[in-house]
């Protein structure tokens, strides 16, 4: 197996089938037309993703003696159904439209309301059946995860880091709409947001699991690597996604030009453009930010601000430098060869250039 696997069509079609798999299992407990459009949506959710998150997870195991049980495919692609749980909930929270280039769930079940000539708000039902439909992925993915097939010992010996990177998760998302309820924000703030809300799930605890799994027990040395390496490649990782969501092309991100200006999201970058902005320029980006009918000419006058500000140069040289030196602290980890370079390679898929 070579290093080009890291995040190729062969590793996603592993990871695929057991989703699909899985999903599968649970045909005969959400059967029946009432039931059917649940299924049927988690299924349209859960077939786009770029499946970074396993792919850390699976070369921890790797990297720390894992061998070719192909259990571990099943343990690490049930981190994608937390992150198709998290994305539901978010974009209610957030009240997007699109999600990886078609409606969000919310807006699906919405639709599926005003079609039916159903009664009641069909906004409101929209909202809660997403929400539904993420804390039913959310169990599944427990169970997906309990139920792998890799031996009881391994699974003990990640058990606190999974419920623990669960629960950074949630709380991560509290203090995501603590921010916005706040209003300004300073970088360290957000930063924090960003590490619970996003960071560590997408890279630091997927790839401390998978090295607990295949070593099954605690090492000093794993502690450190994904602090030095995960902690530092997932803040670039957010980073990334920050600028993505102001400039990114909607042809790679799924969502409309500048939708994270129109939600007023407050990240690392929006801070500190209001912490480098001129009172004119602050008191735009005040105006502006979390206008939801913000046309392309205010998104346009937000992105100036962001590059005039240096803003946006100051993120790109962050990514750069974290990146820099999570790569560094490969060099000496006690990893094998073929998870090193697979995990030089995932660090820099996760921040590169997408826009």
């Known amino acids: 197996m070579t290093t080009s696997f890291a995040l190729s069509d062969a590793f996603r079609s592993e990871v695929d089938q057991r989703l699909r798999a899985f999903v599968d299992r649970q045909r005969p407990l959400v059967s029946g037309p009432e039931l059917s459009p649940l299924l049927t949506a988690a299924e349209d959710f859960l077939a786009g993703g770029k499946r970074l998150r396993p792919a850390f997870c699976y070369w921890g195991w790797r990297g720390a003696g894992g061998g070719d049980d192909p259990a571990i495919f099943a343990a690490a ?12 909930h978010d974009d209610v929270m957030d009240a997007s439209d699109m999600r990886r280039g078609r409606p969000s769930a919310h807006r699906r079940f919405q639709a599926l309301h005003e079609e039916s000539g159903w009664q009641g708000s069909a906004e409101q039902f929209g909202e809660g059946a997403a929400v539904l ?7 599944w993915s427990s169970e997906m995860w309990r139920t792998s097939g890799l031996p009881a010992e391994a699974l003990r010996a990640a058990e606190g880091v999974h419920d623990l990177m669960r629960t950074e998760l949630m709380c991560g998302q509290y203090l995501d709409l603590l921010e916005q309820a706040h209003g300004e924000s300073t970088f360290e703030s957000a930063l924090r947001v960003a590490l619970h809300k996003s960071g560590k799930y997408s890279v630091e605890q997927p790839l401390r699991l998978g090295l607990l799994l295949g070593a099954r027990a605690p090492e000093p040395w794993i502690d450190r690597l994904c602090v030095d390496y995960g902690q530092k490649v ?16 909607p042809a790679e991100t ?12 407050r990240t690392m970058l929006i801070a500190r453009t209001l912490s480098q902005a001129t009172p004119e320029q602050a008191a735009d980006v005040r105006l502006l930010l979390g206008d939801p009918k913000l046309e392309e000419d205010g998104v346009e006058r937000l992105r100036a601000i962001i590059a005039d500000t240096g803003a946006l140069a100051a993120s790109e040289e962050m990514i750069k430098r974290y990146l820099d030196d999570a790569l560094a602290s490969l060099r000496h980890a006690p990893i ?16 590169a250039r997408r826009s």
């Not at 692609?77 to 539901?88: F, G, P």
């Open 336 to 351: 094998t060869g073929e998870a090193r370079e697979a995990l030089q390679e995932l660090a820099v898929a996760a921040t």
């Open 254 to 265: 799924g969502k409309p030009a500048g939708d994270d200006l129109r939600e007023g999201k």
């Open 133 to 139: 439909l993420g804390s039913l992925l959310l169990v």
């Open 77 to 88: 692609a049930s981190l994608e159904l937390l992150q198709a749980s998290a994305l539901m």
């Open 234 to 249: 997932g803040i670039a990782f957010q980073l990334r996604d920050d600028v993505l969501g102001v400039f990114g092309d």
